[in-house]
């Protein structure tokens, strides 16, 4: 058992409180991994909110962040002690049914256990106080140690510096991943993005590279807009600049819609508006951000029947034992951007003081 430091959700709606936990050997087809960075996301947050129906307390929290492999469980062949990982939330075992269609990256294998906050097997690996600590997405990234199913771990080039790809993750990963596989998009085409926070941002960045022409950047925050052209934004609107719908404004400037709309926010309002501002006949609207439990999505049905698509991505739809390491390579051979994505850079124990970085839009 290692003891080390963790920031533990007690309950919802409270600060994240830094404890030495107990961290459990890793059982067969698991792999106990030292965390040497982890991000913060807004998906935390909505968990750490109480919002979230499959949130668990207590539950140590994280799912972007990357480390050594410490130890392995027994049957364990794909990783080693000492190799350079990055922990999966959505894993890829190659033999359920998800795994072996080429149309999908959802892997089941795991599914049940993991929304449950447990390992495969039920039970955690972790304790605080003598009390049981959940996991969460399956890999509990704040922590200095955490313990992962071994379809849930990506092998990555050991000179990869983890401060910076622990965000391939999640947040880049799943908005590259939206523009270049869910959508699609082709050269010469015009994108509207949704919402400019990290995932935004990546989106964007797809788009370019996919040979998009024209990238819209749309928010409320103008402070994003400088960021949003850096990575290949060519204009940036605000909806409270119009009395109109930001759709209706969108449709006037593109000559009848964007060809390509993606919705980072998590708002069924503005998904409805991403839909509504692609072309007629061929327009498509992917929706990225994760809205709040019970929320549902609307629009008029003719929007659809006068030929949008409306569709949604997760992790960027890469199936993550394959792609996360391709991913890292990209980023090393500087054909992503992951560097100029980090804003700042805390000490463990400020963890607290990063998610009021992330809520303040900063």
């Known amino acids: 058992v290692i003891k080390c430091k963790a920031a533990v959700a007690w309950e919802a709606g409270k600060p994240l409180s830094i404890e030495e936990v107990e961290v459990a050997p890793p059982k067969a087809h698991e792999v106990r991994i030292k965390i040497v960075a982890t991000a913060v996301c807004h998906t935390d947050a909505y968990t750490l909110s109480g919002a979230d129906p499959e949130g668990c307390f207590p539950v140590i929290l994280g799912h972007e962040g990357a480390g050594i492999v410490e130890s392995v469980g027994e049957g364990v062949t794909k990783v080693k002690k000492g190799d350079t990982v990055i922990p999966l939330y959505i894993p890829q075992c ?42 969460f997405m399956g890999t509990s990234t704040f922590s200095e140690y955490t313990v992962v199913a071994d379809i849930s771990v990506a092998k990555i080039d050991a000179a990869a510096p983890l401060d910076k790809v622990c965000l391939l993750g999640c947040g880049i990963s799943t908005g590259y991943g939206a523009a270049v596989n869910t959508a699609k998009v082709e050269p010469g085409s015009t994108c509207a993005v949704f919402g400019l926070g990290g995932v935004g941002l990546a989106v964007i960045m797809g788009c370019k590279i996919a040979g998009a022409s024209r990238i819209i950047g749309i928010d409320i925050n103008k402070d994003k807009y400088a960021k949003a052209k850096e990575f290949g934004a060519t204009e940036c609107i605000s909806p409270q600049d119009s009395k109109k719908p930001i759709q209706e404004v969108l449709v006037e400037m593109t000559d009848g819609g964007v060809v390509y709309s993606f919705e980072c926010i998590g708002s069924v309002g503005v998904m409805r ?39 949604g991505t997760a992790f960027g739809g890469w199936k993550s034992v394959d792609n996360v390491p391709k991913l890292v390579t990209e980023y090393m051979s500087k054909k992503i951007k992951v560097d100029e994505f980090v804003t700042h850079t805390l000490p463990f124990d400020k963890i607290n003081e990063a998610f009021e970085l992330m809520h303040s839009g900063k």
């Open 273 to 311: 508006a991403a839909l509504e501002a692609c072309h007629k006949g061929w327009g498509v609207s992917v929706i990225v951000g994760v809205a709040a439990a019970g929320q549902e999505i609307s629009t008029r049905p003719f929007q659809l029947v006068t030929g949008r698509t409306w569709k």
């Open 94 to 135: 190659g033999e359920c049914k998800f795994c072996k269609n080429p149309k999908t990256n959802l892997c089941q294998k795991i599914r049940i256990t993991q929304g449950k906050g447990v390992m495969p097997d039920g039970t955690s690996r972790f304790t605080c106080k003598g009390k049981q600590i959940y996991h």
